[in-house]
C-alpha cells in the first residue's frame, strides 16, 4: 500500500494586494471613523451597515458578459447559480436598499455607512485590494441644500480628525456645466462661419466632427481632470497634438480643433479670487446653454447657502478644473483636497492631493425603481487621510501599551489578577504577565515590547509591608538614555506607595506622562 503523501505546509503570505493592520493601525482608524462619525451623526445622518456581498446584478456597474463576471470586483457563483460578489463600493448597496425598503424609510433619507471595500484590480505602491470608505448620503431630494449640507459636512469632518483650516480646500464644479461647454464648444468648432468648401461636403464634415466630440467627451473630460498635474499647457498639448510625460512616453493627443481648445482653456482659467466671480465667469462660459445655465445657477445656489453658514472661499470654492465620476454624476461635484506639501519617495516635495470626493446622482436608484431618484453623496477615502495625518506627525509614532503588572510568585496570581482588576475598573488600560515568571528580567523586556508606560511590581517583602512598587518605565528609559547619575538620583523613576494607592499613584504618572 503506497504511502499517503504529506501535504505541504500553506506558505504564511499576506495575498497580493491585501495588508495586515495591527494594533496602532487599527486603534488610529477607529478613532478616526468615530470622529467623522459623531460629525455624520450631528447633521442629522443615520448609520446603515448593509452586507459585504451583494448580488453581481445589483452592483451593476460589472454585469456578466462573461462566464466569470469578476472584471473589478471578487465574485462567484452560489449554488443556485446566481453570481455574487463582495461591494465595491458603499453606494451601490445604497442603491440597493433604498430600493428595496423605500416604504419604510423617510424621504429624504439621511444615510451614513463606513466600512471595507474590496476591487479586483491590479495592486501596486499604496495601491490595495482592499481598503476602508465612510460614506454619507441623502436620497430622495432635488434640493441644493442636500449639496451644500455634504459640502460643508466633509469641510467639518476633515477639522474634526486633524486637518486644520487652511491645509484643505473642497473644490466644487457641476457636470451640467462641463456638458455645457462641450455643447458651445461644438458650437464653435463647427459653426458654418468656421468653415470654407462646398457647403455639402461642410455639413457631411460637420456632422462627422460633431459625433466624434461626443463620442470622445469622456476623454475630454479626462483630460481637462489633469489639468491640476500638467497645467493649462499640457491639457492643451493632450486635446490636440498630444505630449510626452514625466517618464518620456508619448501619449496620443484627442486632436481637437483650435478653436474648441481655445474654449476649454478658458473654461479652466474661470476660477477667480471669490466663488461669485467665479459663477459670474462660467455663466458667461455656458451663455445659451440651456444645461450649462442650469448648472452654474445650481453653483450660485450651493455657493450662496455655504456663505450663509460661514463657510466662505478658504474652505469650500467652485472650480471648474474639478471632473469626477464621468457618466455617474449627473449634477454637482466636489473633491477634498488638502493643500500642504509631502515629500515623495525620491525626497521631492508634492501636494498630498485628493482624500474625498463626491456629487448627485440622480440615475442610480432607478436601475432598481425604474424612477429617478435624486441623491447625493460623499465618500472619504479612510486609509489616505491616515496617511496624510501621518505625513504631517498628528497621528503614528509609538502606541502607548497597558500597566504590566508583574508575577513575583506565581502561587499568587489571584492577588495580581486583584490589582489588574482594580485599573481596569478605574479605566486603566491593565494586564497581569501570563508568561514564565521565574525570569524577571524577561518581564521587563515584554513590558518593553509591549509599549507599557507602568510597571507594578508586588514581591513577598513588598506584600508583608502592605506597599507597592510602582515604576515609570517613560521617564525610566529618558533617564537612562540622557540623564547623568546625579540627575538619576534626583528624578526617582520608580515608587513605593501603600497599596490601597496604587490606583491613584499610576492614575498620577499616566497624567504626568501624557
Known amino acids: 500500500m503506497a504511502k499517503p503523501k504529506k501535504q505541504p505546509r500553506p506558505k504564511a503570505e499576506t495575498p497580493k494586494g491585501f495588508r495586515d493592520y495591527f494594533g496602532a493601525d487599527v486603534t488610529e482608524r477607529a478613532a478616526m471613523l468615530n470622529a467623522i462619525a459623531g460629525v455624520y451623526h450631528r447633521y442629522g445622518f443615520d448609520a446603515l451597515e448593509s452586507s459585504a456581498v451583494e448580488t453581481v446584478e445589483a452592483l451593476g456597474k460589472f454585469l456578466p458578459d462573461v462566464d466569470r463576471p469578476n472584471d473589478g470586483v471578487f465574485a462567484w457563483q452560489d449554488e443556485d447559480e446566481k453570481w455574487l460578489a463582495l461591494r465595491y463600493d458603499l453606494t451601490a448597496p445604497l442603491a440597493r436598499v433604498y430600493a428595496q425598503h423605500r416604504n419604510d424609510l423617510p424621504t429624504p433619507y439621511r444615510r451614513y455607512a463606513m466600512g471595507p471595500v474590496w476591487r479586483n484590480e491590479k495592486p501596486g505602491p499604496g495601491r490595495f485590494r482592499q481598503f476602508y470608505q465612510c460614506d454619507a448620503d441623502t436620497v430622495g431630494t432635488a434640493s441644493m441644500a442636500a449639496d451644500a449640507e455634504i459640502c460643508a459636512m466633509l469641510a467639518d469632518a476633515l477639522e474634526e480628525v486633524g ?78 497634438d498630444g505630449r510626452k510625460d514625466a517618464s518620456g512616453a508619448f501619449i496620443p493627443g484627442l486632436k ?134 501621518r505625513e504631517k506627525g498628528r497621528i503614528g509614532g509609538e502606541a502607548q501599551g497597558p500597566v504590566v503588572v508583574t508575577v513575583m510568585d506565581r502561587d499568587r496570581m489571584a492577588d495580581y489578577q486583584a490589582m489588574v482588576g482594580e485599573l481596569r475598573q478605574a479605566g486603566i488600560r491593565a494586564e497581569v504577565y501570563l508568561g514564565n515568571p521565574k525570569n524577571f528580567g524577561n518581564q521587563m523586556k515584554y513590558a518593553d515590547r509591549r509599549g507599557s508606560p507602568v510597571a507594578i511590581i508586588e514581591g513577598g517583602d513588598e506584600q508583608a509591608r502592605g506597599v507597592v512598587q510602582i515604576k515609570d518605565l517613560i521617564l525610566g528609559a529618558q533617564i537612562a538614555e540622557n540623564a547623568t547619575l546625579e540627575e538619576w538620583k534626583e528624578r526617582p523613576s520608580q515608587y513605593e506607595v501603600p497599596r490601597d494607592q496604587l490606583v491613584e499613584k499610576v492614575r498620577d504618572i499616566l497624567t504626568g506622562q501624557s
Open 163 to 240: 486637518i486644520p483650516r487652511g491645509d484643505y480646500v473642497v473644490r466644487v464644479n457641476n457636470r451640467k456645466v462641463l456638458n455645457g461647454i462641450i455643447d458651445k464648444v461644438m458650437d464653435r468648432a463647427f459653426a458654418p462661419d468656421q468653415q470654407e468648401g462646398d457647403p455639402a461636403v461642410i455639413e457631411r464634415a460637420m456632422k462627422v466632427g460633431q459625433q466624434r466630440v461626443y463620442e470622445i467627451t469622456d476623454d475630454i473630460m479626462r483630460t481637462l481632470d489633469k489639468f491640476d498635474k500638467v497645467g493649462v499647457e499640457g491639457v492643451a498639448e493632450l486635446l490636440t
Open 256 to 389: 481637437m480643433p483650435p478653436v474648441a481648445v481655445e474654449s476649454l482653456v478658458k473654461f479652466l482659467g474661470a476660477k477667480a479670487d471669490d466663488n461669485s466671480q467665479t459663477v459670474a465667469n462660467l455663466r458667461n462660459l455656458v451663455e445659451d446653454s440651456p444645461q450649462g445655465e442650469e448648472g452654474v445657477a445650481e453653483l450660485e445656489q450651493i455657493a450662496d447657502l455655504l456663505a450663509a453658514q460661514g463657510y466662505g472661499h478658504d474652505r469650500i470654492v467652485i472650480d471648474p478644473s474639478v471632473v469626477r465620476g464621468l457618466g455617474y454624476y449627473t449634477g454637482p461635484v466636489f473633491e477634498a483636497e488638502l493643500t500642504f506639501e509631502i515629500l515623495d519617495e525620491k525626497g521631492r516635495p508634492r501636494q498630498f492631493g485628493s482624500v474625498a470626493g463626491g456629487g448627485r446622482y440622480d440615475d442610480l436608484v432607478a436601475r432598481f425603481t425604474g424612477q429617478q431618484v435624486p441623491a447625493v453623496g460623499v465618500s472619504i477615502g479612510v486609509d489616505r487621510l491616515l496617511a496624510a495625518l
